[in-house]
């Protein structure tokens, strides 16, 4: 991305073709449709009036449809940094205060900060740290987490602020007597027509007909006298635009959830924003790039007082399916909202919030991937461990140190591999030239008088003691019998100066045996090194070759003949 | 290490030759002596009365004789520790107290439970975290802390308790009017004589020396009535029997302490046996037998009223040269020190405080590691500067906080390194079926049609993104003129299972450019993930080769003959 063709959209604008209009059109009103009830269901949920997820719903999709590398995705209030939200300013001011709102948008001024900063330093491969299963325990454990916190509004009782499955589940079952039957049905009907909605594939989307049915039960059937809670009075018009206010001990107290929401709503947007580049061939989503649009667009919705947004899922497929071309989608849906705020919240009066949570309640139960779990069971049961980790650390330890426990032990159980990678003693396969691994070829045949073995892993200063060990035990099994030791050297994909240290001992000790030591097909960085480390004139020209048949024939044959050693050693530095 | 061989000491017992006993006398001898100085040195160090040092230095050594498979190491008071201990219990009680011997022991008996538990567990693999340029840092910091800590002795006034050197150089700085002379004189002039018996080479040890004569000094010249702080009473006798005081608070204060120096002691003891054992053929050093050893060692401190200790260098490096054979050598050791206990004690009323600050700053001085760091500057500049960053971490925020930071920087470096492995782009040197690295072998030329690539590097969750891109881009570059992308996965150790979909999609995406994808080389456990992911069968078994150029001969012959392909790869599971 040079200086001349920033920001991306430029390229879109510029050459905007007008056949793309009519899906850009189509798509930005579908998703400006979906975005009305879930902008103010995500609201509910971050602790905020409603309203406030419609605030967040302008700006900020704006920007990113001008500063994104994706062209479909759809940025707006998510789940998951709605629950984030509520959970990290609810420890420090009470909901429907005047301080959570500042609080919130001081979150996402934050978050966009972090984001955008963390882009131009080109930090965004830290995502890729976040592998699939982590990814999915985590996901699951939240939409679990973020369900049963909507239980309070299905139920129309209270059951304080937990984000710890068993609170939830506990304080349910206590307040079980106090459930309004009027919101429990209004709420499940709300499941159940958002559910057949869509299920019967219509072009309406399911959360809009629970909201127009929800207000008109409302309204129609005076439910609101027999205690079903409602929206009531919305203050119509545009938010105003400004700071938020920025005290240094309430940056202190948002810092780690800001940095998480940081991390886990660029997870989230780039995620599916790379899903649906697969399918579009006219553009390339840049990680950093995205990084500094989803951290501009954070930074915007503080401007109109809302809280941190991310590119959603669910929307972002919806408006790829819908005909997105261009991020003028985007700028379209942000317009039907403003329109919204300008003329139509009088509409949403009667709305049951019951309404919402079932909206919610559909959204995320369906993220939890039991798919992933049993996949990952059968074929690759370490990372079913990392997966079920992640989950109950994320339902035990709560969101933030859920997912640092699932990155910590996927890093951590990385690093313990690479320690102790794999190793192979190598045969001849009998009429072949072919050497490889006795272990899973017991045809195959050791070369007389040599130790031939194959060391799968970087050499460095983790595992270069153990490399040691693991030669010697090799050595002593075959006590007097060989001559030689050969690495095959192809794995190798670096040596650190600590291992070109050990190699040094090792390399004399094994001397010290009357024993050679010979390299094939060490590659090119490992290489450096040990010409750094003065390795190759202890080693010797002469006990380097390009391959193991060439090592193995020239010690046979006693003769090495200068064609087998590695072309140009010398010459190429 | 099987039952019946345990502990090691059984095997120099059953088979001890009489010829080895002069060397393990002689040796014991030696080290005994310099145990009497060492000892009470670190002992001051640790913040204890110099007797507790040779307390140390009495059953430790006997039972590390018994469990250890070093037969060379000498364990008891060593300088890291000992500042160690001062930091931890320092923080809690007060230098003098009753309270301060008991949590010294506590303190002996949670690192050795520690060491114990980690041996049984298996965890002596985890040393190997420490790399060279980390130890290096770390040491050298260490000792510049622990031989400025001495200063207070050597002038005789009170310093504080501060382990971070400028607040040393600072209270050194503003006390410099109230200098004791003679204190000052004997401290250097004490430095000064362990130096020049260290440079003539006697068989005397200079500690020993110093000691005798600044006892003499004090003693003949009256220096304790002009200032000369000196160790005065020592009560006689054996130190009595028994479990330190526990208390649940204690131990939750020490639990940090604890672990250090548990992981640091192993680090001293066992890099210093390894390079011993290089000389001796007759053992193997076995890291978590080790544990088991050094952490019995430090719980029989605790029960003689000791503090943690360690297989020391210096000690370690003098034993091994005047000959010690086996174990026997350390039970000669800890003989002397009990004769001393019994009868001795009252030789070193006299001995004056500022000899055995003396005695330590020689020690730490040395250890002060500038080759390695010049070394690194040349050969290795990121080890370089992990070498520079864990001096100063250590040095700033101190020495737990020091070491860990040298260990997550260490880690984290290989793991980024990790994520972005070595990438080449292959091409067959002229006349030869060799395929190597365009960027180094610029004469090599790429087969027509095919884009040949090598990735070197397992391929895991954290850099299968970048491999797609990678490729992607050189695709890009290539457009239309190959129809295969072959890649060497020689150096690919293994393929996990978030690594295993990121490769389903690229050869899906492949497929849709109408690209074969084909490997060469893969090796075992990586063909297991590919087989266990089914995508063996997608990839299509005509597309496996043994190495590069039966790929490319398969490939531009338009004839794939079954002898080319990884043989047997079905029968073998």
Same mark, same amino acid.
């Given at each position: 991305?040079?200086?001349?063709?920033?920001?991306?959209?430029?390229?879109?604008?510029?050459?905007?073709? &007008?056949?793309?209009?009519?899906?850009?059109?189509?798509?930005?009103?579908?998703?400006?449709?979906?975005?009305?009830?879930?902008?103010?269901?995500?609201?509910?949920?971050?602790? +905020?009036?409603?309203?406030?997820?419609?605030?967040?719903?302008?700006?900020?999709?704006?920007?990113?449809?001008? +500063?994104?590398? !994706?062209?479909?995705? =759809?940025?707006?209030?998510?789940?998951?940094?709605?629950?984030?939200?509520?959970?990290?300013?609810?420890?420090?001011?009470?909901?429907?205060?005047?301080?959570?709102?500042?609080? #919130?948008?001081?979150?996402?001024?934050?978050?966009?900060?972090?984001?955008?900063?963390?882009? *131009?330093?080109?930090?965004?491969?830290?995502?890729?740290?976040?592998?699939?299963?982590?990814? !999915?325990?985590?996901?699951?454990?939240?939409?679990?987490?973020?369900?049963?916190?909507? *239980?309070?509004? +299905?139920?129309?009782?209270?059951?304080?602020?937990?984000?710890?499955?068993?609170?939830?589940?506990?304080?349910?079952?206590?307040?079980?007597?106090?459930?309004?039957?009027?919101?429990?049905? *209004?709420?499940?009907?709300?499941?159940?027509?958002?559910?057949?909605?869509?299920?019967?594939?219509?072009?309406?989307?399911?959360?809009?007909?629970?909201?127009?049915?929800?207000?008109?039960?409302?309204?129609?059937?005076?439910?609101?006298?027999?205690?079903?809670?409602?929206?009531?009075?919305?203050?119509?018009?545009?938010?105003?635009?400004?700071?938020?206010?920025? !005290?240094?001990?309430?940056?202190?107290?948002?810092?780690?959830?800001?940095?998480?929401?940081? *991390?886990?709503?660029?997870?989230?947007?780039?995620?599916?924003?790379?899903?649906?580049? #697969?399918?579009?061939?006219?553009?390339?989503?840049?990680?950093?790039?995205?990084?500094?649009?989803?951290?501009?667009?954070?930074?915007?919705?503080?401007?109109?007082?809302?809280?941190?947004?991310?590119?959603?899922?669910?929307?972002?497929?919806?408006?790829?399916?819908?005909?997105?071309?261009?991020?003028?989608?985007?700028?379209?849906?942000?317009?039907?909202?403003?329109?919204?705020?300008?003329?139509?919240?009088?509409?949403?009066?009667?709305?049951?919030? =019951?309404? +919402?949570?079932?909206?919610?309640?559909?959204?995320?139960?369906?993220?939890?991937?039991? &798919?992933?779990?049993?996949?990952?069971?059968?074929?690759?049961?370490?990372?079913?461990?990392?997966?079920?980790?992640?989950?109950?650390?994320?339902?035990?330890?709560?969101?933030?140190?859920?997912?640092?426990?699932?990155?910590?032990?996927?890093?951590?159980?990385?690093?313990?591999?690479?320690? $102790?990678?794999?190793?192979?003693?190598?045969?001849?396969?009998?009429?072949?030239?072919?050497?490889?691994?006795?272990?899973?070829?017991?045809?195959?045949?050791?070369?007389?008088?040599?130790?031939?073995?194959?060391?799968?892993?970087?050499?460095?200063?983790?595992?270069?003691?153990?490399?040691?060990?693991?030669?010697?035990?090799?050595?002593?099994?075959?006590?007097?019998?060989?001559?030689?030791?050969?690495?095959?050297?192809?794995?190798?994909?670096?040596?650190?100066?600590? =291992?070109?240290?050990?190699?040094?001992?090792?390399?004399?000790?094994?001397?010290?045996?009357?024993?050679?030591? $010979?390299?094939?097909?060490?590659?090119?960085?490992? $290489?450096?090194?040990?010409?750094?480390?003065?390795?190759?004139?202890?080693?010797?020209?002469?006990?380097?070759?390009?391959?193991?048949?060439?090592?193995?024939?020239?010690?046979?044959?006693?003769?090495?003949?200068?064609?087998?050693?590695?072309? =140009?050693?010398?010459?190429?530095?």
């Amino acid at each position: 991305m040079t200086f001349f063709n920033w920001p991306p959209s430029l390229h879109w604008i510029k050459n905007y073709d &007008r056949t793309w209009l009519r899906g850009d059109v189509s798509a930005g009103l579908t998703v400006g449709i979906m975005l009305i009830p879930q902008g103010m269901a995500y609201a509910l949920l971050a602790g +905020l009036p409603p309203i406030y997820g419609l605030y967040a719903a302008t700006l900020p999709l704006i920007i990113y449809a001008l +500063l994104g590398t !994706s062209r479909q995705l =759809a940025v707006g209030p998510v789940a998951m940094d709605s629950l984030l939200t509520a959970t990290a300013v609810g420890a420090i001011a009470a909901t429907g205060t005047d301080e959570y709102l500042a609080l #919130a948008a001081l979150l996402a001024l934050m978050v966009g900060v972090f984001q955008l900063l963390a882009g *131009l330093v080109r930090l965004g491969f830290l995502v890729d740290l976040l592998s699939r299963p982590i990814i !999915s325990g985590f996901t699951s454990a939240a939409a679990l987490i973020i369900g049963l916190s909507q *239980l309070q509004h +299905l139920f129309g009782v209270d059951l304080g602020r937990s984000s710890f499955v068993h609170e939830i589940l506990v304080a349910a079952w206590m307040k079980m007597g106090q459930i309004n039957l009027p919101t429990l049905l *209004l709420g499940l009907g709300g499941i159940g027509v958002v559910l057949l909605v869509k299920r019967a594939k219509t072009a309406i989307p399911g959360p809009l007909v629970v909201v127009v049915v929800g207000i008109l039960a409302v309204w129609l059937g005076g439910l609101s006298e027999m205690g079903v809670k409602i929206v009531a009075d919305i203050p119509a018009g545009l938010p105003s635009v400004g700071l938020p206010e920025i !005290s240094v001990a309430n940056l202190q107290l948002l810092l780690p959830s800001a940095l998480t929401i940081a *991390l886990i709503g660029f997870m989230e947007g780039i995620s599916i924003a790379k899903a649906v580049n #697969a399918n579009h061939k006219a553009y390339t989503v840049v990680p950093n790039q995205e990084l500094v649009a989803v951290g501009a667009a954070n930074i915007s919705a503080a401007l109109v007082q809302g809280f941190p947004v991310a590119g959603g899922f669910s929307r972002t497929a919806v408006n790829d399916q819908t005909g997105a071309n261009t991020g003028l989608a985007s700028i379209i849906s942000a317009s039907l909202i403003v329109v919204t705020l300008l003329f139509l919240t009088p509409l949403f009066y009667f709305l049951p919030k =019951a309404v +919402l949570a079932s909206i919610i309640m559909v959204a995320v139960f369906k993220l939890i991937d039991w &798919r992933e779990a049993r996949r990952l069971w059968a074929f690759d049961r370490s990372d079913f461990w990392m997966l079920a980790v992640t989950f109950i650390a994320t339902l035990g330890l709560g969101i933030q140190l859920g997912i640092a426990a699932g990155v910590a032990l996927s890093v951590a159980v990385h690093v313990y591999r690479s320690m $102790r990678p794999h190793l192979a003693v190598l045969g001849r396969i009998k009429g072949t030239n072919s050497f490889r691994n006795l272990a899973r070829f017991p045809e195959a045949e050791e070369p007389k008088g040599m130790l031939v073995i194959r060391f799968d892993g970087p050499l460095y200063f983790a595992n270069i003691t153990y490399f040691q060990a693991w030669i010697d035990d090799l050595i002593a099994e075959r006590e007097d019998r060989i001559h030689t030791v050969l690495i095959n050297a192809e794995g190798i994909a670096r040596i650190d100066s600590s =291992a070109a240290y050990g190699l040094e001992q090792f390399i004399r000790t094994q001397r010290g045996r009357g024993l050679t030591v $010979r390299f094939a097909g060490l590659i090119g960085p490992a $290489r450096d090194t040990l010409k750094r480390a003065g390795l190759m004139e202890l080693i010797g020209a002469d006990n380097f070759f390009l391959d193991v048949p060439k090592a193995v024939v020239s010690e046979q044959c006693f003769s090495a003949k200068p064609g087998n050693r590695v072309p =140009a050693l010398q010459t190429n530095e």
